[in-house]
């Protein structure tokens, strides 16, 4: 008897050692660490086994130092996939899991780079030096980005803005924070730092005319007049210059020289013609010289006849010409046809109404069809 309960006893305990070898018979271990291509871990990825035999799949994260781990993975075959941002960035394919033993997969991204490269016949001077391609593809992407936003800015009205993110977009952050001091009206702090970069650098031609820009609006005229020559000494064929430089010399009293660097920049970028003859008309109007102004004016609208303000002004000129016959004003020809032509090119503009004023104050209709009232339609008897 007592024989007999031994044995059972024996069987029990025998039963009760042998299950976990038993359990441990049909699953694994898998685990591994995941580096990016600088050597980093990679945290929150996430690391697929996709089983080979019945398509299921298995979900691992990494922690903080890259690493994931887990048991009771079944035996078979799995595709290892990691996963960054919900896309495979790596995989191993075909990866037995032995029953009762450790499967270790690393990711090691640097690595696989390397050995691509080296499979594909590319030294590391050469994986190097497409490197640094790609970084500065990466920089343009960038600055195409900046300089997308710089024209939404411009779009929108805010030119200041516009300019700093262009330049910011350029690296050139001196400049850029200087355009936004200056577009908040803050000239003085614009103009230190300028200056600071002019003494770094005094070979850059934007940081002269940066900073005659900045002394122009805080109407500093003489030394806005200096910082513009220096640009243009630096580069003489910009147009863009001789024109700030000419808004400077009139804003001066200097007209005439004013109208020499406007012709000068029409000379040099003659696309921009429109833009430099409105100007000088517009100071030749503030200046009184009226025949003047109104031919150049007239050259504006030969290079660009869409320019209604080229009109509206030409007409204003025009206006002071004309005389008083009894109790009626007479004004010159070509007065009623230059507003109406700023009429039917700008119907809302801002000075819509000052050129219907000034057409009713001649006793000249509004020809365009803008304004006019609808004529009812004659009923057929």
């Known amino acids: ?32 660490v995941a ?3 600088s050597g980093k871990p990679i945290q929150g990825a996430t690391v697929e086994l996709l089983s080979a035999e019945n398509g299921r799949k298995i979900n691992l994260k990494t922690n903080s130092k890259g690493e994931y781990f887990s048991i009771g993975i079944a035996f078979g075959t799995y595709k290892f996939s990691l996963m960054v941002d919900g896309k495979v960035v790596d995989f191993f394919d075909k990866v037995p899991v032995q029953a009762g033993e ?105 940081i002269w005319a940066n900073l005659g820009e900045v002394k122009s ?14 640009a243009i000494a630096l580069k003489p064929t910009n147009g863009p210059y001789h024109s700030a430089l000419a808004d400077a010399l009139a804003k001066s009293g200097q007209t005439d020289k004013a109208v020499a660097e406007w012709a000068t920049a029409v000379q040099n970028d003659p696309t921009n013609a429109g833009t430099y003859y ?12 009226v025949d003047e102004a109104i031919a150049a004016f007239d050259k504006a609208l030969q290079v660009d006849p869409t320019r209604a303000e080229a009109y509206y002004w030409k007409g204003v000129d025009l206006m002071g010409k004309a005389t008083v016959k009894g109790d009626k004003m007479v004004a ?19 000075f819509a109404d000052p050129a219907k004023q000034m057409l009713a104050t001649i006793g ?18």
């Open 1 to 32: 008897m007592k024989k007999h309960i031994s044995l059972v006893i024996w069987l029990v305990l025998l039963v009760a050692i042998s299950a976990a070898p038993v359990w441990a018979q049909f699953t694994g271990t898998v685990k591994g």
């Open 332 to 350: 010159p020809p070509g007065t009623a046809e230059a507003f109406n032509r700023y009429l039917e090119l700008a119907p809302t503009g801002r």
């Open 278 to 289: 409105f100007n000088e008309g517009a100071v030749l109007t503030n200046t009184g010289k």
């Open 102 to 206: 450790e499967r270790v997969i690393d990711f090691d991204l640097a690595k696989e780079k390397a050995q691509a490269a080296q499979k594909a016949g590319i030294t590391p001077e050469q994986q190097k030096k497409i490197e640094e391609v790609q970084k500065q593809n990466e920089k343009i992407k960038g600055l195409n980005a900046q300089l997308a936003e710089a024209k939404q800015l411009e779009t929108a009205g805010d030119a200041g803005q516009a300019q700093a993110t262009q330049l910011e977009a350029a690296g050139n952050h001196d400049q850029a924070q200087a355009k936004q001091l200056e577009a908040a009206g803050n000239y003085d702090q614009a103009i230190s730092i300028l200056q600071q970069a002019a003494q770094v650098d005094p070979s850059q031609d934007v």
């Open 364 to 381: 000249a209709p509004v020809e365009t069809t803008y304004g006019k009232s609808k004529v009812a339609p004659k009923k057929k008897p």
């Open 35 to 37: 580096k990016d291509e």
């Open 217 to 230: 609006k805080a109407k500093k005229y003489p030394e806005a007049i200096e910082f513009y020559q220096k």
